[in-house]
């Protein structure tokens, strides 16, 4: 009896660390997601659609430059149309270790204005995204929980979910974020994130994905379509890629103040 019992034991002990090796804990989910491979540059006309309720309520069409390099990524967004944000420009320009440096051009005002990071959980050009929602933010800055190791949501299944809660509360606008991250990509393709009463505020969701080719047989999986919907007040924001382009290089001027208040 004694020999049957420590045969279980063993056989349990085995058992165990064999999962335990296999295992894959939140905070791994979520630096892969950080550090996924991303395109040396990419130039993208894009759709942002506001509505309330399931109803359009406007349609801005906006051109895309991305470029980056040394790990870091940096981003040029133009607003086309309509004519309330037309020749409006926006820069964000990803940082180690610290926050992202952001400025904007208003075309009303004239000038390059500086994002600061008071400025984080203000509306970007007035959709449902915020200034921080743009930017990268450091997997260091949050503890990271997995709480599921398979689950299906919107268009897509068997994902891993992890909770993600800011080691300083004052650092983000958010109490906490549930992330549902693809296994293949890692890219988090629904994120719920919540206000500081610790109820659902908005959901940013990935309806697709398509896979692109690049220089050197590289392969990037570009998320094509991103809703960002105030579950509190109905209202979201739909950004659409309509055309993009990956590894075409792009001059550094693009990417510069002085671009922002020129625009060429």
């Not at 659609?49 to 980056?68: A, D, F, M, P």
């Not at 606008?173 to 994130?193: C, F, L, N």
Request: glycine share 6%; charged share 25%.
């Amino acid at each position: 009896m004694k020999k049957s019992i420590k045969t279980l034991t063993a056989a349990l002990l085995s058992l165990t660390l064999g999962a335990g090796a296999f295992a894959i804990d939140g905070t791994e989910v979520m630096t892969r997601a950080y550090d996924r491979q991303k395109p040396d540059f990419s130039k993208a006309a894009v759709q942002l659609t506001l509505s309330k309720n399931g109803k359009t309520e406007e349609i801005r069409n906006v051109g895309e430059y991305g470029r980056c390099k040394d790990g870091l990524s940096d981003v040029v967004m133009i607003f086309l149309s309509p004519a309330s944000v037309k020749n409006t420009r926006f820069l964000q320009k990803e940082n180690n270790g610290k926050d992202d440096d952001k400025w904007i051009y208003l075309p009303s005002l004239k000038n390059v204005r500086r994002v600061g990071s008071s400025d984080g959980s203000k509306p970007f050009v007035g959709t449902d995204f915020t200034y921080d929602d743009m930017s990268t933010r450091e997997v260091a800055d949050d503890t990271h929980e997995l709480l599921k190791e398979s689950a299906d949501k919107g268009n897509f299944k068997d994902l891993y979910v992890v909770k993600s809660t800011p080691k300083d509360p004052k650092s983000s606008q958010y109490s906490y974020r549930i992330s549902y991250v693809t296994k293949d990509a890692y890219i988090p393709t629904y994120i719920e994130m919540y206000d500081n009463k610790g109820k659902l505020l908005k959901v940013n969701e990935i309806k697709a994905i398509n896979k692109m080719p690049g220089t050197n047989g590289r392969v990037y999986n570009i998320p094509m379509e991103n809703v960002m919907t105030n579950v509190q007040t109905g209202h979201a924001t739909s950004m659409k890629m309509v055309n993009i382009v990956v590894d075409q290089p792009l001059d550094d001027h693009y990417f510069t103040q002085n671009f922002l208040s020129t625009g060429k």
